[in-house]
């Protein structure tokens, strides 16, 4: 089962450890490495800024133009389609081959069926209280929507 970690959110309270920190060079490096693997080129590249919690870039190839979402806590990669103009997740997709690029530098890809899916599919033990605050209050629709969000 897929575990969310403490601080996925990237909300906590004043009294909780500071969240760890995915740094957007170690993103870059991945994006550049997954749209030589594919044959494209990064676009765009955003990093996390209140109230985002997480690094975008956008990757072009020949034949596709996606998105690609980075945790800024946690090393979570993500991939969505349509509207990423904004380099907002419109649509999770499937990741594509080249996607492996980020694995092989320590990042997990998730799959589309585990961000589609809601948050009773996956471990959430994990999650603090503020958190848990923050969930109930915004109602995200899946677990995608609560590793990748732009509460505040």
Same mark, same amino acid.
């Given at each position: 089962? @897929?575990?969310?970690?403490? $601080?996925?959110?990237? @909300?906590?309270? +004043?009294?909780?450890?500071?969240?760890?920190?995915?740094?957007?060079?170690? @993103?870059?490096?991945?994006?550049?490495?997954?749209?030589?693997?594919?044959?494209? +080129?990064?676009?765009?590249?955003?990093?996390? +800024?209140?109230?985002? #919690?997480?690094?975008?870039?956008?990757?072009?190839?020949? #034949?596709?133009?996606?998105?690609?979402?980075?945790? +800024?806590?946690?090393?979570?990669?993500?991939?969505?389609?349509?509207?990423?103009?904004?380099?907002?997740?419109?649509?999770?997709?499937?990741?594509?081959?080249?996607?492996?690029?980020?694995?092989?530098? $320590?990042?997990?890809?998730?799959?589309?069926?585990?961000?589609?899916?809601?948050?009773?599919?996956?471990?959430?033990?994990?999650? $603090?209280?503020?958190?848990?605050?923050?969930?109930?209050?915004?109602?995200?629709?899946?677990? $995608?929507?609560?590793? @990748?969000?732009?509460?505040?």
């Amino acid at each position: 089962m @897929f575990r969310l970690e403490r $601080g996925v959110t990237g @909300f906590r309270s +004043a009294k909780e450890p500071e969240l760890p920190e995915v740094q957007v060079r170690t @993103f870059r490096r991945g994006c550049y490495e997954a749209a030589r693997a594919a044959g494209g +080129a990064v676009e765009q590249l955003v990093e996390s +800024a209140y109230p985002r #919690n997480f690094h975008s870039a956008v990757v072009v190839t020949s #034949n596709d133009q996606l998105a690609i979402l980075c945790n +800024a806590m946690y090393p979570l990669i993500a991939f969505a389609g349509g509207g990423t103009g904004d380099l907002e997740p419109k649509a999770f997709v499937h990741p594509p081959t080249w996607a492996a690029r980020f694995s092989e530098i $320590g990042f997990v890809v998730m799959s589309r069926q585990v961000l589609d899916s809601p948050l009773g599919g996956v471990d959430t033990a994990a999650l $603090g209280k503020a958190e848990w605050m923050q969930i109930d209050s915004w109602r995200p629709a899946s677990v $995608g929507g609560t590793v @990748f969000n732009s509460g505040d």
